[in-house]
């Protein structure tokens, strides 16, 4: 029973390498070269622990685990650092004291580096069955490597012969445990990156979509614009269409100033904004959008609809979403506007529209990445307006009916104009 409690100890001073590294290093450190050095002076570390708290019997005989943490760091790390730990090891037992125990570690390890060393390379490059083989394999040569040189230099006797025999089926068993839980968990940490990358690729993905998305809004209002400036019966605002396809341009290059900030820390820049001259704002932004598709905009703004917001943010929001309104009606219609003060100090915002409408199933999916109700729509440009109000601390409730049209209803706290 006090064999089994020592190899326990053994075990257990074995681990600790592999936990740290697994929790610490692989997260962490950067550079493979890096990880190596650290992980060689950890199995370093399991070796001298292993070594300081032996099993001993007999005449000067100790058997410990420092050949698992040896053929791990020299089969996974390479030539050098084998070597190194195996010189550790003969310069640990030589400070023990020269002695038969002495010459029996020099022996085993002048037959078993080389023959760890020679499948060194052969491991590096095999699939995690025939590493377990080789580590296993590897294991039992060393253990009778030992029991060979023990007995030839001490003699045979039951009881060594007992013990060595103990210590050949542990040694070999936990190799075999050992090795498949190292290969596992590198397998789990090489899923987790391949999955982190794809997460990258795949939110990368979205960003270009939401990126094309926001610039191409600005643009087709822009270009709608300078059609009509080519109209030869362009009625006399003809520097008012200048100007908001200019600041149409302007809204574009924001937009991608903000896409090319996403990487970097959030600064909140919303002031105290008048939502009904934003909103008069984006209805003339729209305005000759909502002429092309035959919509009429009726409207019915208060004054004094003050909010903390970023009118550029909330400007891209109300786009979105009288853009889909005028979309929803391809045989023409009305879309009317409002923007009213409520009895419980949030400011309302109401865009209605004459549309095909949606089903309650439609209702709930809205605002999801990638679903939309147009053929060719990403679903992303009301994903992001959503996400706008929300950011100031808004909601947006969505009524509608199949075939009778929708209403889209935005509540924003309201501010105090002074």
């Not at 943490?69 to 010189?87: E, I, K, M, N």
């Not at 023959?115 to 590096?124: D, E, H, T």
């Not at 643009?219 to 605002?237: A, E, H, I, S, Y």
Request: charged residues 20%.
């Amino acid at each position: 029973m006090s064999i089994i409690k020592d190899f326990l100890l053994q075990l257990t001073l074995m681990v600790i390498p592999i936990f740290i590294y697994f929790t610490f290093i692989t997260e962490k450190v950067k550079g493979d070269q890096n990880k190596n050095v650290l992980m060689t002076i950890l199995w370093g570390i399991s070796i001298i622990l292993c070594m300081s708290f032996p099993l001993t019997f007999g005449q000067d005989a100790r058997l410990d685990l420092r050949f698992i943490p040896l053929l791990f760091g020299t089969l996974y790390l390479g030539f050098r650092p084998g070597v190194f730990l195996s010189g550790l090891v003969i310069l640990y037992r030589l400070y023990s004291g020269i002695s038969i125990g002495f010459y029996t570690t020099v022996l085993v390890l002048l037959l078993s580096l080389p023959v760890i060393l020679f499948f060194q390379k052969s491991f590096a490059n095999s699939n995690k069955d025939k590493r377990v083989k080789i580590a296993v394999g590897l294991a039992f040569y060393y253990c009778l490597m030992g029991l060979t040189s023990f007995g030839i230099l001490n003699g045979f006797s039951i009881d060594a012969v007992k013990v060595q025999i103990i210590h050949l089926i542990f040694v070999v068993a936990v190799t075999w445990i050992f090795t498949m839980l190292m290969e596992t968990i590198k397998e789990i940490h090489q899923l987790r990156s391949e999955l982190l990358n794809s997460e990258k690729l795949r939110v990368v993905s979205e960003l270009s979509s939401v990126f094309a998305h926001e610039i191409r809004n600005p643009m087709q209002v822009t270009r709608g614009f300078l059609q009509l400036l080519n109209d030869p019966q362009l009625p006399k605002n003809k520097k008012e269409y200048i100007k908001i396809s200019i600041e149409e341009l302007d809204r574009a290059n924001e937009i991608i100033d903000e896409f090319l900030m996403l990487g970097k820390p959030a600064i909140s820049n919303n002031i105290k904004v008048n939502a009904g001259y934003q909103l008069e704002r984006v209805i003339n932004i729209i305005q000759g959008y909502s002429i092309n598709h035959q919509v009429e905009i009726k409207t019915q703004i208060q004054d004094s609809c003050w909010i903390d917001a970023n009118p550029q943010k909330l400007n891209q929001s109300l786009i979105n979403i009288m853009k889909n309104a005028v979309e929803s009606m391809p045989d023409g219609g009305t879309v009317w506007v409002t923007c009213t003060s409520t009895d419980d100090e949030s400011i309302k915002i109401t865009i209605k529209d004459q549309g095909i409408g949606m089903t309650k199933k439609q209702i709930d999916r809205l605002g999801s990445p990638f679903y939309s109700l147009k053929e060719k729509g990403t679903g992303l440009g009301m994903m992001v307006s959503f996400q706008i109000i929300r950011s100031f601390k808004g909601k947006m409730i969505v009524n509608s009916e199949k075939g009778m049209g929708t209403e889209f209803i935005i509540l924003l706290p309201q501010i105090s104009k002074s």
